[in-house]
């Protein structure tokens, strides 16, 4: 029996699994995180997906990743991993890089056999050397192991195969001290039509579990500190997923059913599965032919006075761009979410850029604001997404919401809001005494200039909209040079006055810091730990999150003037750094940029910012 004499207390640990594409590692990580976030833990997670749909099995090119960091004042899935889990020489080759100096790698040790070296391309067969690991090696035979645990459950040796995921995920839980109960009550959820498969996967959880207890070797293990939450109801939600309960929480607080138009893209298309379940609450979800499609189908829900969404990437996004514009013009409001991904083009379909930002700002036609927000966690894609709604409705205006694959994909521990925590949306119904009186015009405005949205079907109400420029008081279709520049001028100031209704920028970090880190949607987690180690290190850092990019925050302008140097940090080549400079000519704005398809490094962004200091 192996005695847990070795033991580390840790406030957070980082464990990555890494196996082939079909081998379930984002099945063990997300069990692995769900359970943690019941025990209390914050948890925050990286599931990183290889860009080919199937590459051959055991090739570098099919290694499928999941990161998740577990433990209190978690913002990030970690840098490197303390425990790293390998099932094949290729998941060893490609992701030995995240171990921690010291760190623990428990590899399936069927896997290395010759011929599964040479598809990794290894030299030699002494791969743990030839990588040089520092590190504790743990060769575990986990594919004769769960043979063993499954030998009288009549399965064939595919479906057997097909639970090595899980003998590790028993083994982890064995070394985290998780409880197996809560992690097979997410098995028998996964499994709850296949019942004969919820016992094999339970049984070899237990085999792996059981064998933590009887290895003879030398391995650290860890007790991860918890926090007391606050009471409520925890689960772990994926940005994707939080997105989609925002919408429909939207759709409550308005009174308007909710539309989805749609088609399916990565990284995006588990919002359009989520919403497609959720006929029990009035949703309808439709998958269109194309992105045109989609948005066209959003644009006529939402002048039938329906709350309409439509979800993308990248690619949509430029598709349904001379739709967005029509939006734009009819002043209806309409909700576009932009998970972004690599670009441009079809670009990197699974990893995870900032590069939609001047897409999403100005790329339409003519004139033609909009207003931009951004998450910056996964649990934050709940807030912002009813936000855009809530700034849609209440100033009748397309808006785009940038989320990114990185926390579209990535999860959080989340506690689920009380309905009375989100405030009520103020449709802007036409006034009763209008209609009664015919006194009412497509184009009548609002004290924040935003017209009117009466429901399909009122009487009085009966109207049209289309693409073409309207009279400021008629709404009829106008050719007038000087109505069109009033017009123009009118959609540009109604964007600007949203300032008037979302929450003012605020700054943390060292409060006599001359220097000012910024960032904006989903890297946040990166960029506040970074800071926060910064300022503990004798750096002083003050840090500044955009969640609003247009309009942005009221005082955004004046808190970025009183700092001596500034920092913008983003996923790109400095779009959102371009865009402050344009509103701030006197400042020099310095810049870290990073186009990898990766997320940033909290270790990368230090030395940038110490570098940038020093200069």
């Given amino acids: 029996m192996l ?39 914050q948890v925050s997670t990286f599931p990183d997906y290889p860009a080919e749909i199937r590459a051959p099995q055991g090739s570098l090119g099919g290694v499928s990743g999941f990161q998740v960091s577990v433990g209190t004042d978690v913002h990030t899935p970690g840098d490197s991993c303390d425990v790293l889990v390998a099932m094949n020489p290729a998941a060893l080759k490609q992701h030995v890089k995240f171990l921690k100096p010291g760190g623990v790698v428990i590899v399936d040790i069927d896997s290395f056999k010759e011929a599964d070296l040479k598809k990794a391309m290894f030299k030699t067969d002494k791969p743990f050397e030839e990588l040089a690991i520092n590190g504790q090696l743990v060769e575990v035979p986990v594919t004769s192991m769960t043979k063993a645990a499954l030998a009288d459950k009549g399965l064939d040796n595919k479906s057997v195969l097909k639970c090595r995921n899980i003998f590790a995920l ?5 070394l985290f001290d998780r409880p197996l109960e809560a992690a097979r009550r997410h098995l028998q959820k996964k499994f709850a039509k296949k019942p004969a498969i919820f016992e094999a996967n339970s049984a070899v959880l237990q085999a792996g579990y059981d064998y933590g207890h009887n290895i003879h070797a030398s391995v650290s293990t860890y007790k991860v500190e918890t926090e007391d939450p606050r009471p409520g109801i925890y689960t772990d939600i994926n940005g994707n997923t939080a997105t989609a309960w925002g919408l429909i929480m939207a759709s409550e607080k308005c009174g308007r059913p909710l539309f989805l138009g749609s088609y399916p893209i990565t990284p995006a298309t588990d919002i359009l599965h989520e919403l497609a379940k959720r006929k029990d609450l009035g949703v309808k979800a439709c998958q269109m032919e194309d992105e045109i499609a989609g948005v066209c189908s959003a644009i006529g829900a939402s002048f039938a006075g329906n709350l309409a969404v439509t979800s993308t990437s990248g690619p949509g996004l430029a598709l349904k761009s001379e739709g967005i514009g029509l939006a734009v013009m009819a002043e209806l409001p309409l909700v576009i979410i932009d998970v972004q991904r690599g670009g441009p083009s079809t670009g990197l379909p699974t990893k995870t850029e900032q590069t939609d930002l001047m897409q999403a700002l100005y790329g339409r036609n003519g004139e033609s604001p909009l207003a931009v927000v951004a998450p910056a966690s996964p649990t934050d894609c709940f807030t912002m997404a009813f936000e855009a709604c809530r700034i849609a ?32 949306i103020k449709t802007p119904d036409v006034p009763a005494d209008k209609l009664a009186a015919g006194d009412w015009h497509p184009y009548d405005r609002r004290e924040n200039l935003g017209r009117y949205w009466p429901e399909g079907g009122t009487e009085g109400a009966t109207h049209r909209l289309g693409g073409l420029e309207k009279d400021c008081t008629t709404g009829a279709i106008s050719n007038d040079p000087a109505n069109h520049e009033k017009m123009v001028l009118l959609r540009r100031e109604k964007i600007a006055r949203i300032a008037n209704n979302i929450p003012l920028l605020e700054t943390m970090g060292n409060a006599d810091a001359d220097t000012l880190l910024i960032g904006w949607g989903g890297t946040y ?7 926060e180690e910064l300022n503990g290190e004798g750096t002083p850092v003050a840090f ?16 970025i003037r009183k700092y001596k140097r500034v920092i913008v940090a983003e996923l790109n080549t400095g779009m959102f750094a371009d865009y402050l400079q344009a509103k701030l000519p006197g400042i020099n704005i310095l810049r870290i940029n990073k186009i990898q398809g990766q997320p940033f490094a909290v270790s990368e962004i230090k030395e940038h910012v110490k570098n940038l200091i020093s200069k």
């Avoid at 028993?170 to 064995?174: K, P, Q, V």
Wanted: proline share 5%.
């Fill in 393 to 424: 409705v209440e100033h009748m205006t397309p808006v785009i919401l940038l989320s990114d694959a990185f926390i579209g994909n990535g999860s959080s521990a989340w506690r689920v809001p009380e309905a009375d925590e989100f405030p009520q």
């Fill in 525 to 531: 987690g990166h960029l506040r730990t970074a800071a």
């Fill in 170 to 174: 028993g083994l982890i839980c064995w």
């Fill in 544 to 559: 500044a999150h955009f969640r609003y990019i247009n309009p942005l925050p009221a005082n955004a302008l004046d808190v």
């Fill in 3 to 41: 005695e847990k004499t070795n033991v580390k207390v840790l406030d957070k640990v980082v464990v990555r699994f890494s196996g082939d594409s079909g081998d379930g590692m984002q099945l063990a990580g997300n069990i692995f995180t769900n359970v943690s976030a019941g025990l209390g833990n």
